[in-house]
């Protein structure tokens, strides 16, 4: 299991690997914006798969006369939850100012994001810049709250 965002960042800059970035206020204030948008995002997907899902349940009751509210109900009830929750969590991360900006080096890249030196076993994806890196590019690592964001400055 993965241990927290907080802490690996701590202990990767302790290690040297990671070594905080003074950003511009463009850069910054581009990268809560993207991060602000994005949560918000979250939320009609999620809402469109909970009515799809609903849509499924009533016709296999109708149809079917199946009965499967257990997990399905929940599923339709949490995911749109979780997405409000995302929404406010941003929100709140960003008026707390709990977000910071360090250079690190892509080690690798895997089929769910970027690895970064000293911040392995967390994933990052690319937000502001370019969209592929090769490993031994330097980078700007942004975190926001437990979400790890690579920004190039080209």
Known sequence: MASDVKFTVKDAIGKQYLTPAAVSDE??????????SSSWKLLPVSIIVSAIVI?????LIYFLRLFVFSVLGLFCIFFPAFAVYNIFATAKAIKKEDYEFLWGEVVGKTD???????LEEHNAHPLIGKKEYNPGDRVIVGRLNDDLNLISES
């Open 27 to 36: 850069i910054r204030d581009e990268f809560l914006k993207k991060c602000r």
């Open 112 to 118: 769910s994001g970027y690895k970064i030196r000293g």
């Open 55 to 59: 849509a499924v349940m009533c016709l």
